[in-house]
């Protein structure tokens, strides 16, 4: 065969081209496709395997629930078409709604929903406490369910539509019964979308088509509840690295919908007229500081409310968003939640005290040992946030350290109970929803039971018996005076402290219309480009 | 000969042994956990322990080395902790847009460059040789992704000639393919242009001293085959080693490109797995490159034979 540079080139052409033909299928038009950058890639595909939001954000494309809560954080069926509670309050019975299909065109069954159940309350904190309570989940025909009950439990049905991750997604019985420590490899739900494999490229883009067996309720959306009507043909989230490239693109009309743009620019893009800028999570986030119970000085309670008095909220605020889209807040479960409350906040009241807490730590015997704040520098908060307060340790007399690291090796060394000198650590910061915080039993950061509590183990029985006593509260009033006691408490012996509550907006094209705002989910049904 | 290029393939085995040891404990003694960021900001470190578990994280090093050694001799890069996904498929899937742009690279910033080089030399000393040496050094000097980000401004943002990121297979077409790669391509390139432009400059320089330049223009040679046919033929082995040499900077700098202008290349796979300790996706990744620049040294070696047949390897 005789060689020449063209069919060389040609030859190499052909070779670049392969890997990719599957990219020539016809793809729904622009106009029916929405191209979305969240705020984090999708490392993982199982909503109960991790408690990352982002899986959080794909299960509530491909899966669905038996109850959501509207856009009033009130329960409502979604898959259920009945339900009720017996006399006693023991046995819940649920019925499915017709109609109901997987997207490879299976029958969702009560049996389906019972063993999804069961993975998810081996793996979340709000369904391990539920399940503690649960006698028997009996299956009693395709459709029909029940769960009984060993003892009253007034939080099944919230349990049930929890919003935070992870949420209760039913899956095929056969991926619901794998090992709740292992993912599950099928992404394959009865949720208003299907997960495109083929087009979607780990690490690159992830890709989602209408699923067109999906039977959405009659009612109007609301939250998550209500009816998911999907008006695209596709919804893709790209995973753009760089900020101010996803930045760029938005205003260039390459992406349509841009979910956390960097918040020290908003002024610029909100002057674009093309582009709509908007909170859609109206509880926001809190910036929170976990404090190692188990090291000195943060083992002593006088250390601990030092911090109270330590922290100046309005100055970490300011220094991460700017002089907008933040305030101030001192209640244990957030404020604009239902649970919000201003019992024992006067240290807030009172602003920064730094001669109080300088005073606080030498009653807390404070030694001069380095106290560790991990500073995780490709995070929004926990880059900025430590440097602060690691200044003010100083000025109270505290030899702060900082240990610098990413994220991942924050999260890591986190998860260390050994002392700080030996690869532990006395202070990390991260963030969490205000919704979130409001739920003392769903939120794993408010248990304080010691070594099985969430990073910075604190222990404190009162709070124990206090969220159980809230859990089985059966009122909103009769909860929410729970929540005052539990708030007095948590601030008496300081479970951890406030860095501030901040509301992120998200921006998007301005044809791009009809997103419902929530905590937690950003829902891409109902949105439509116009 | 033969047996020469028999031990340096075999020599190869052992470099990439040594890699592999080397990259396999860098990776499992520095800090990070990927169990931890499976699970996610809310898990409990119980549910942690169960993932470590479950993933063979937790088994003793010299357990997990062995089985991962295993499972490459036998020609399997593992599959991504996350994703569930074959390495192989991932750096397959991932080969394409890295190699577009490393090429087209190579191409425009060869040519660029090459002409750069030539017309200084040819101008030495004038306004023009100056111009194009403060260009060169501006381009060596300037961050990739600051000049990224200043074409993004200005032809994207502003003109809206170009696309800002992303990219677009061959297979949809040249000059889509072209669109998403013209700004990524002149950022990457700026630097080698440089390197490239200087280096050429010095050596005509030197080759345009020569006696046979001097005959080549008394014997009233045009300038055009002067400078092409005389002088850069015999300024061309410098040029080309500094090309070779860089290729390393090629390859660090598409890992920078592929950030600013969201090109889902292999440097943005290593990125993302290193941030999530994605261990058998840095691992192979690591593994392959090293096998490639181990056999791109090789080949480099045995061209020189070709080049100079007065290179003889014992």
């Known amino acids: 065969m005789h060689s020449t540079r063209r069919t060389f080139l040609g030859g190499a052409a052909g070779l670049i081209a392969a890997p990719n033909l599957s990219f020539a299928q016809t793809a729904p038009t622009r106009a029916r496709t929405l191209r979305a950058v969240m705020h984090s890639d999708l490392r993982v595909f199982d909503p109960i395997w991790t408690t990352a939001n982002i899986t959080g954000y794909h299960g509530a494309m491909i899966y669905d629930t038996l109850f959501a809560v509207d856009e009033n954080f009130a329960p409502q069926p979604q898959m259920v078409s009945k339900w009720g509670v017996s006399d006693d309050k023991l046995t819940y019975t649920f019925e499915l709604r017709d109609g109901l299909a997987f997207s490879d065109g299976e029958a969702v069954t009560a049996a389906d929903c019972v063993a999804s159940i069961r993975r998810w309350s081996a793996r979340d904190g709000f369904g391990q406490h539920l399940f503690r309570r649960v006698a028997d989940t009996p299956v009693v025909d395709a459709k029909t369910f029940k769960i009984v009950l060993k003892e009253p439990y007034g939080l099944v049905i919230p349990a049930l539509s929890k919003l935070d991750p992870s949420l209760c997604f039913i899956m095929k019985k056969k991926d619901a019964e794998t090992d709740p420590n292992t993912q599950v490899r099928d992404a394959l739900g009865s949720g208003p979308f299907t997960m495109n494999r083929d087009e979607t490229r780990a690490g690159n883009r992830y890709v989602y088509d209408r699923n067109p067996r999906y039977n959405p309720r009659a009612e109007a959306p609301s939250g998550l509840a209500g009816g998911k009507v999907v008006k695209l043909d596709r919804v893709i989230f790209e995973n753009i690295a760089d900020q101010a490239t996803a930045l760029s693109a938005l205003q260039n009309g390459e992406i349509d919908f841009y979910e956390v743009p960097p918040q020290d620019l908003l002024d610029t893009i909100e002057s674009d007229p093309n582009i709509t800028v908007q909170g859609l999570n109206k509880t926001g986030h809190m910036g929170w500081m976990r404090l190692n119970h188990l090291h000195h000085p943060f083992d002593k309670v006088e250390a601990r409310r030092a911090m109270l008095h330590l922290i100046k909220q309005s100055d970490i605020m300011k220094a991460v968003f700017g002089e907008k889209r933040w305030k101030e807040c001192g209640a244990f479960f957030a404020c604009g939640t239902d649970m919000e409350n201003d019992v024992s906040t006067e240290w807030l009241k009172e602003g920064q005290n730094i001669a109080k807490a300088r005073d606080l730590f030498k009653a807390a015997g404070y030694d001069g040992r380095p106290v560790v704040l991990l500073q995780a520098t490709d995070h929004y908060l926990a880059n900025p946030a430590p440097l602060l307060i690691a200044q003010w340790l100083r000025q109270a007399g505290v030899n702060a350290e900082v240990a610098a690291s990413d994220w991942g090796g924050t999260v890591t060394r986190r998860s260390n109970r050994k002392p700080p000198a030996e690869g532990g650590w006395n202070i990390f910061i991260t963030a969490a929803t205000g919704y979130g915080f409001s739920n003392p039993v769903a939120a794993s950061g408010h248990a304080a039971t010691g070594e099985k509590a969430w990073f910075g183990w604190p222990e404190n029985a009162k709070q124990e018996q206090l969220r159980d006593q809230w859990a089985l509260a059966p009122t909103l009033a009769e909860r929410q005076k729970v929540a005052r006691d539990l708030q007095a408490n948590a601030w008496d012996y300081v479970h951890h402290a406030y860095l501030g509550q901040f509301f992120r907006a998200s921006a998007w094209r301005k044809n791009v219309r009809g997103i419902i705002g929530m905590p937690e989910i950003v829902p891409f049904w109902n949105i439509e480009k116009v | ?314």
Request: hydrophobic share 55%; proline share 5%.
């Open chain 2, 1 to 314: 000969m033969f047996a020469y290029i028999l031990r340096r393939i075999a020599s190869t085995f052992v470099v990439m042994a040594t890699v592999g040891i080397f990259v396999f404990l860098l990776l499992h003694l520095s800090p990070g956990d990927p169990a931890a960021i499976i699970a996610g900001d809310n898990a409990t470190s119980e549910q942690i322990d169960g993932i470590r578990k479950k993933l063979g994280l937790d088994d003793p090093l010299p357990v997990q080395f062995v089985r991962w050694a295993g499972d490459v001799l036998r020609g399997d890069l593992g599959v991504s902790i996350f994703s569930n996904e074959p390495v192989f498929k991932l750096v397959g899937q991932r080969l394409q847009p890295t190699v577009s742009l490393a090429l087209l690279t190579l191409c425009v910033a060869v040519t660029l460059a090459v002409s750069f080089g030539v017309i200084a030399a040819w101008k030495a000393g004038t306004f023009v040789d100056r111009l194009l040496m403060v260009v060169s050094v501006v381009g060596f000097s300037a961050p990739v992704f600051v000049v990224g980000y200043l074409l993004i401004y200005v032809f994207a943002i502003n003109l809206r000639w170009l696309p800002v990121q992303g990219y677009t297979p061959i297979s949809e077409g040249i000059l889509p393919w072209l669109r998403n790669l013209v700004l990524p391509a002149t950022a990457l390139g700026l630097a080698y242009v440089a390197l490239i432009a200087r280096i050429t400059r010095a050596t005509m320089l030197e080759v345009l001293e020569e006696d046979y330049i001097r005959t080549a223009v008394s014997k009233g040679v045009s300038t055009r085959t002067l400078l092409l046919k005389h002088a850069l033929r015999n300024a061309g082995v410098p040029i080309v080693t500094v090309i070779g040499i860089g290729v390393a900077l090629l390859i660090s700098g598409v890992v920078i490109t592929e950030t600013v202008f969201n090109i889902p290349g292999i440097g943005r796979l290593v990125v993302d797995a290193i941030s999530k300790r994605d261990y058998p996706i840095i691992q192979g990744v690591i593994l392959i490159f090293s096998g490639v620049y181990v056999l791109i040294n090789l080949s480099v070696d045995l061209i020189y034979t070709l080049l100079d047949p007065r290179i003889r390897y014992q």
